[in-house]
């Protein structure tokens, strides 16, 4: 089934990119979506073996960051230098793993900036006029009068300013009719579709010249034009050539050739303009060949409204990774959004999705198999034997989700692949409640044992190298537990069945997901449920049971047999001997003197030649523990219990 998969991922570059943010205030949950999105697609196609190269960084010019470190007494540089530290320290706490960092204050890319502008000027494509027009100081943008919302910004709805000033312009309109083809010819250009749609509407009125100026009386912090040293660039041209100047464009057209085109933009749905409608036609006009895809995602919300710092409604990262740690959070943020659409942040929804899909499905399923495997199979990966029906089932799951989720990242659809794979874990759940690899420990199936618990740890052997580049710690854990190689595995390696060698030794299993305290956790559908056909009995059938408590007197092993013991037990003042399989977890010489309860009425039988007059009643959980029941406080032997 899976033998097809590595052909598919036929990408052999990779070049993601995230927005730059602004460095006027810390990072909250909305960048960090964005920067965790880009890192998961990096991860994975690192694993399908692109050539893969993944960049952030910070837009640190403009007026937002000049007001921002006036409030704090600063410098605009220092300013930018205090908070990159946060964007960059939440980054690394995060796992991110960005090739590259790139701060538009950078040498590096201002004079790629200048270049890029003094080109354009030479050739006509930039030009100086008078202009009359509306500025929203939030967005950093100019508007027309009939732009306006109501009389104020169409974006935001803050209020604008009347502005008149000379300034240099950026002959966008001529190149409208160009960008329609363009977006129409590439249906991949712009995702999801229905942002595609949303640019082409857009582009219905018609475009104006882009004004690519402020002056410095006005606005001294950013990058001076190189053909007038009275302005700075606007911030938007500055900004969007960080994703061409950060990979070597005019400086090392090797690497630029490497890298270039981007395979995908990903933006939020903010900024879609920008990124769909001035990027395409500076990249035009500089000669350059288009990204791949521009992707923007939806918002989260809380409740109803966009996160902002103003609304005072933004969720912090930090706060986030306290509750359940870093995977968890990743985990949930990529299983919670669909992509493209908004999202609606809220506490409940992140614990019960923690609880049942990593607490109680792949938590409980590294629980239950590495226990196994430690109790009954010498702690080391089992040889399978033949498989059953059931077996296959499993197998084909697995493998059918493991395509799925290789699909949805293709499809850019992270959520329902995530989705698919719990499946998977939830499928596994079932089959060793089915098969009851505790009964087979208990009967001595070996055998049986042996393949049931290879194909459980080899499902998790899978699911986990898939659940890698969204969680990289915690599945690093889960797979030491399985004795795997350290580091994230390829995904061709995770398409096939039979990958975990026999006789590799495991680790006891650690509580990778500690249940979440607080609320109830919702009741998962795996809950083991050890004998759900039992049919239910009548008051007067419990009552020809007769369970009594016994002392036991003496104790020893039945000799050539592994699992029984011999009990002299007193009921009161009676005297019997019984046989309990209960050899593997009690030595005998520690049950002397205990009370234990009893079955009293059972008709006596002959194991392994010796009679049993009763039986010991003990508990057994899936994981192959046991317990033997005692009474919770003093009571004479011969106790009848009820
Ligand atoms: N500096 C510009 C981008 C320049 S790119 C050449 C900018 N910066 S920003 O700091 O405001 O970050 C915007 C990005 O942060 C959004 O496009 C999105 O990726 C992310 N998010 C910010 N708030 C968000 C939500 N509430 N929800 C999801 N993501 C959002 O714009």
Avoid at 210 to 217: A, D, F, G, M
Avoid at 539 to 556: C, N
Wanted: charged share 25%.
């Amino acid at each position: 089934m899976g033998s097809d998969l590595p052909n598919r991922m036929t990408r052999n570059k990779f070049y993601i990119t995230t927005p730059i943010y602004y460095v006027n205030d810390k990072p909250h949950i909305g960048h960090a979506y964005t920067t965790i999105l880009a890192d998961v697609l990096a991860r994975f196609h690192r694993l399908f073996g692109a050539d893969t190269w993944f960049l952030t960084g910070t837009d640190e010019h403009g007026q937002k960051v000049q007001r921002a470190a006036e409030t704090a007494g600063m410098t605009p540089q220092q300013q930018a230098d205090t908070t990159v530290v946060r964007f960059q320290d939440l980054w690394k706490r995060l796992g991110i793993t960005n090739d590259d960092f790139i701060r538009t204050t950078e040498p590096r890319h201002a004079v790629v900036v200048q270049e890029i502008l003094q080109d354009l000027f030479d050739r006509g494509e930039i030009y100086r006029a008078e202009y009359d027009g509306w500025y929203c100081v939030a967005d950093e943008r100019f508007y027309t009068e009939k732009d306006l919302s109501g009389g104020n910004c169409p974006e935001c709805g803050r209020p604008v300013e009347k502005v008149r000033e000379a300034n240099y312009f950026f002959r966008m309109s001529k190149y409208q009719e160009w960008l329609i083809s363009y977006i129409e010819e590439h249906p991949l250009f712009i995702q999801p579709d229905f942002r595609r749609n949303e640019t082409l509407g857009f582009l219905r009125k018609p475009l104006q010249d882009l004004c690519i100026s402020r002056p410095k009386s006005r606005l001294a912090w950013g990058i001076e034009l190189p053909f007038d040293r009275d302005f700075v660039t606007y911030v938007w041209f500055d900004a969007l050539v960080n994703y061409i100047s950060a990979v070597g464009y005019r400086r090392d057209q090797t690497r630029f050739a490497r890298r270039w085109p981007a395979t995908y933009h990903l933006i939020g749905k903010d900024i879609l303009t920008t990124h769909t409608v001035y990027w395409p036609i500076m990249l035009k006009a500089a000669g350059v060949t288009m990204p791949d895809t521009i992707f923007a995602h939806g918002w989260w919300l809380s409740g109803q409204t966009k996160m902002s710092k103003s609304l005072g409604n933004v969720v912090s990262p930090l706060d986030m990774i306290d509750r359940f740690g870093v995977d968890a959070f990743r985990y949930f943020l990529m299983a919670e959004m669909v992509l493209g659409q908004d999202a609606s942040f809220n506490p409940e929804s992140y614990e019960s999705r923690y609880n049942s899909d990593l607490a109680n499905d792949l938590g409980n399923l590294l629980s239950r198999v590495a226990k196994m495997i430690e109790a009954h199979l010498g702690k080391t990966i089992p040889q399978p034997g033949e498989m059953q029906e059931t077996d296959l089932l499993l197998r084909n799951a697995v493998l059918a989700a493991a395509e799925g989720m290789v699909t949805a990242v293709e499809e850019m659809r992270i959520d329902k692949g995530l989705a698919t794979l719990v499946g998977a874990v939830r499928e596994a759940n079932r089959y060793i409640e089915k098969n009851q690899p505790w009964a087979l420990a208990k009967n001595g199936d070996t055998q049986r044992l042996q393949t049931v618990m290879y194909c459980a740890a080899e499902s998790l052997r899978i699911v986990s190298g898939l659940l890698h580049p969204v969680m990289p710690a915690k599945m690093e854990e889960l797979r030491s537990t399985l004795g795997l190689p350290a580091g994230a595995p390829p995904v061709k390696h995770l398409t096939e069945w039979g990958g975990l060698i026999p006789g590799t030794p495991t680790r006891s299993a650690p509580i990778l997901f500690p249940k979440a305290a607080g609320k109830p956790a919702p009741q998962p559908e795996t809950q083991p449920k050890q004998t759900p056909e039992t049919p239910r009995i009548s008051i007067d059938d419990f009552r020809k049971v007769e369970l009594r408590v016994a002392r036991v007197a003496s104790a020893e092993r039945v000799p050539k047999s592994e699992k029984l013991l011999k009990l002299q037990i007193e009921i009161g003042s009676e005297r019997r001997q019984i046989l309990a399989g209960i050899a593997q977890h009690y030595a005998p010489e520690t049950l002397v003197g205990r009370n234990i309860v009893v079955v009293a009425n059972l008709q006596p039988a002959k194991l392994m030649g010796q009679e049993s007059n009763g039986m010991l009643l003990a508990a057994s959980d899936e994981t192959g523990r046991l317990a033997i029941l005692t009474p919770a406080s003093d009571v004479n032997p011969g106790a009848t219990v009820k």
